[in-house]
């Protein structure tokens, strides 16, 4: 869970000491932030706490969001709720049902 949050936190702090103009940081939410969400479709503003799995990677996803919420007018930042960028941890292989395996499908058919 920390780690996750660390991460993010050291990200801006490089983020604030760059001498790079209109610096922004794009966080990669998850969508299993709004796993608990009461009602469809989820709302692309800010969500309650209760609305997130209670597992600890999406607790660690909302609040990184949170952080970034936090930290507006001190830096330019964005969450974006992504579904699975990657395949499994140990094969590698994507689950053919997930968003990019079909789109990629869908684009060579």
Same mark, same amino acid.
């Given at each position: 869970?920390?780690?996750?949050?660390?991460?993010?936190?050291?990200?801006?702090?490089?983020?604030?000491?760059?001498?790079?103009?209109?610096?922004?940081?794009?966080?990669?939410?998850?969508? %299993?932030?709004?796993?608990?969400?009461?009602?469809?479709?989820?709302?692309?503003?800010?969500?309650?706490?209760?609305?997130? %799995?209670?597992?600890?990677?999406?607790? %660690?996803?909302?609040?990184?969001?949170?952080?970034?919420?936090?930290?507006?007018?001190?830096?330019?930042?964005?969450?974006?709720?992504?579904?699975?960028?990657?395949?499994?941890?140990?094969?590698?292989?994507?689950?053919?049902?997930?968003?990019?395996?079909?789109?990629?499908? %869908?684009?060579?058919?």
């Amino acid at each position: 869970f920390e780690g996750h949050v660390w991460e993010l936190v050291n990200l801006v702090k490089i983020t604030r000491r760059s001498s790079a103009k209109d610096v922004c940081v794009l966080f990669a939410s998850s969508i %299993a932030v709004i796993g608990q969400y009461p009602s469809q479709p989820v709302p692309e503003h800010p969500v309650p706490p209760e609305s997130t %799995a209670e597992l600890r990677y999406p607790e %660690a996803k909302w609040v990184c969001e949170e952080l970034l919420l936090l930290l507006e007018g001190k830096i330019r930042g964005s969450s974006v709720r992504t579904g699975q960028m990657t395949g499994s941890e140990g094969a590698g292989a994507w689950n053919e049902s997930e968003h990019f395996p079909v789109v990629v499908d %869908a684009s060579t058919s």
